[in-house]
DNA sequence: GAACGCAATAGTGTCGACACTTTCTTGACG
DNA sequence: CGTCAAGAAAGTGTCGACACTATTGCGTTC
């Protein structure tokens, strides 16, 4: 049984991404972009467990670049690792989803308050300006290019509450969730309501209205979140649709996150 | 000049960790929070370059396992990357600093506000008992004691908020400022405040008063934070007080954080 | 024929080596 | 004297190899 269902070499990678065989443009980065995209794309799946040497081959890299990447990502959440057992693909669990968009519903209020505390109103302006650029053809847009307008539009607030520690904090939470949220967009089901959340928001940011922005945030970051739990059934069954066989279980507590 | 104010292998160890001969108890862990230590301790000085050979020929393993702690440090903000230069102790700044104990805030008033509106009265008196045991003597135990302690109290509260991810953005958070919460303690100069401000809060959760448990935290931080302002001075001038020559500047944009 | 070991296999953790890049030193030139 | 360039030295990034651990598969025993 030297390999069945195992999937050989570079039919995982994204078809951007060819192996290189000249050695240069940074090993390591390259490896952690392409990872974490094929954790974002489901490509590796929830709870499966990560193989160096197979990762390693299909990148055309050695390990090294390779767990240097996963040790980034396992910091950042995306896979954790087990002494001696190696790297998992994060689960992709209900709770855990709806506790990461309540993080980010708290930063994201958070930070609407910093920014109608401290921004100038060029600032606001700049907010204004970058939703006015977008939002026309926002909802005939592809999935991806929503996505990115949509966490352009909140990591701007994120820069504008003048605390790069938001900032990051919001982007990382952003690329935990991106996987699920493309689905999601890809359903389309309420990016109408979408556009007006962000119109009001921005109307509230002009007015400085607090109060009346961070209501608006939270029910948009909450009608996301019910929107999500439907698309998190699909993306179930999406992964494991093609009967491909159920991870096996894995005993042993992983370290860290 | 081989090498005359480099300090030779051993001399920054703290005395608890003794370089292993033998193989065993998992390398990269230990070097992970070895690292952190001398971070935490400033034995690692900010903006100095990190030379990962002779780190390696001081824990006494290769440079693999230290490579695998630093990039993990870095995802955790304690250490910065730039390539082909190596990783950069974090810079000691007041606004990064300040920016830090603002998410901080941010993080535990959502915390209190989540745990008096989800935790049951035995999870809330187990609060009060984590308190009730430590108040005592607290005032008189040794800085690191208090610092542990009180991490505890507000980190039982981001647990009792029913969020993990809460605990550890929090446990995140005060890893970073742990440094220079030590040295602010030291200082004592608010300590008293300190203990009746954790016994409001603990009588506000028991009244679930959320809005006044939260403003409790707020000025809380607050408190702490000018404190800090105080403490960094102290920092500034403990660090770099044996005329060590400051670390050079460095040129190039470090990756990530 | 089910449970239990035991050998074989697969996979992680760490090492030392080396190529490439950055930084320092030295010495020629203005 | 200061500037610059070339070479030397130091340091990072990656590799392939190997030791050790976990897992799988097989044969044995009850």
Redesign the pocket.
């Given at each position: 049984?030297?390999e069945t269902s195992?999937p050989t070499p570079t039919d995982i990678l994204p078809s951007g991404a060819e192996i290189e065989t000249r050695?240069?443009?940074?090993?390591?980065?390259?490896?952690y972009n392409t990872i974490r995209k094929l954790l974002v794309e489901f490509k590796l799946k929830p709870e499966e467990?990560?193989?160096?040497?197979?990762l390693?081959k299909t990148l055309?890299?050695?390990?090294?670049?390779?767990?240097?990447a996963l040790n980034r990502l396992a910091s950042e959440g995306f896979v954790s690792?087990?002494?001696?057992?190696?790297?998992f693909v994060r689960s992709l669990s209900t709770e855990g989803l709806l506790d990461l968009y309540e993080l980010r519903s708290i930063i994201e209020c958070a930070a609407f308050r910093l920014m109608c505390d401290r921004a100038d109103d060029d600032q606001i302006d700049r907010l204004r300006g970058y939703w006015d650029a977008i939002v026309d053809g926002y909802r005939d847009h592809p999935p991806d290019v929503i996505l990115t307008e949509d966490e352009g539009f909140h990591l701007l607030i994120a820069e504008l509450s003048g605390n790069p520690e938001l900032f990051n904090q919001l982007s990382a939470i952003n690329a935990r969730i991106r996987f699920i949220r493309r689905i999601q967009i890809e359903h389309r089901s309420h990016n109408k309501n979408q556009v007006s959340s962000h119109s009001a928001i921005v109307a509230a940011a002009i007015r400085r209205d607090v109060e009346g922005g961070v209501e608006l945030l939270r029910q948009h970051i909450e009608m996301t979140v019910s929107a999500t739990q439907q698309a998190l059934k699909d993306a179930l069954l999406k992964v494991f649709s093609p009967s491909e066989p159920t991870a096996?279980k894995?005993?042993?507590r992983p370290r860290s996150a």
């Open positions: 049984m030297t195992e050695r240069s443009a940074d090993g390591s980065e390259r490896a467990r990560i193989n160096e040497v197979h390693a055309g890299v050695s390990r090294t670049p390779i767990r240097e690792l087990t002494p001696n057992r190696g790297f096996r894995h005993r042993g």
